[in-house]
């Protein structure tokens, strides 16, 4: 049983912000009766009506994606910039990104129709490694790296990243590439790394998530997730 407005949400009706809107104003009928309040249980077995419409449950999707630079992470974006839901017009289901990269930040993007999956890959506890290269403005140090390494407090938290390499730098042109390695899921999490350090983000990618990488795909590409790679990441995340 689960609150009604995450039925109409996972049967990809509309988003549950959406759907409480809906309930509120009377337009979702349980069973035979109008449903006005947003506490109400309920499962597929139940008859739903939403705008006169029966939903039912829809089949899971799951979706890898090499998300270009400057597209956002949203399903609506009210500045009219390009979303990564504009590469999957073909797909019928009604699926969403899972977490978020930054406009200016490309690289592997999980999206679905799942909405448990989705809080299992986002929520902390679930510890998943996540891999980014970035080219940083400035030479970083070794004793910058060590400082990464040691930790850096973000907000309320500590963070430690899995891993730290410094894979190259140029000196004519005083940049660096950088590997960081994190599992928190922070907001801007890498680029205030960076910037605790005393550099400033040029370019930022990432790389894996998981045991997941961007393979053969090129920008703006996706590929579906197999079942074995999706039961592979909720078995990762459960067992951490």
Known sequence: MDRLQ?????????????????????????????????????????????NGNLIHPQE??????????????????????????????????????????????????????????????MHPSSNIDKLYVAKVEGII????VKRLKNGVRLDDKVIYPSRVKLKRIDKNKMTSIIEITVHDGVNHEIKRLIKSIGHEVIKLKRETFGFLNLGNLKS????????????QLFNLSVNK
């Not at 609506?76 to 969403?96: A, M, P, S, W």
């Not at 703006?220 to 039961?231: A, N, Q």
């Open 60 to 121: 899971k999707e799951y979706y890898l994606f090499y998300k270009p630079r400057g597209v956002v992470c949203t399903t609506k974006d009210d500045k009219k910039r390009k979303t990564v839901l504009d590469y999957f017009d073909d797909v019928q289901k009604r699926i969403y990104p899972i977490g978020r990269l930054d406009y200016d930040t490309s690289g592997l993007l999980l999206l679905t129709n799942d909405g448990n999956f989705a809080n299992l890959m």
């Open 141 to 144: 140090t070794g004793d910058e």
């Open 6 to 50: 995450k039925l109409i949400s996972e049967a990809g009706y509309c988003s549950r912000r959406k759907a409480e809107e809906l309930i509120k104003n009377g337009m979702v009928i349980l069973n035979g009766k109008i449903v006005t309040e947003l506490g109400i249980k309920a499962s597929f077995k139940d008859e739903i009506l939403v």
């Open 220 to 231: 703006g590409e996706k590929r579906r997730l197999t079942s074995k790679e999706v039961k």
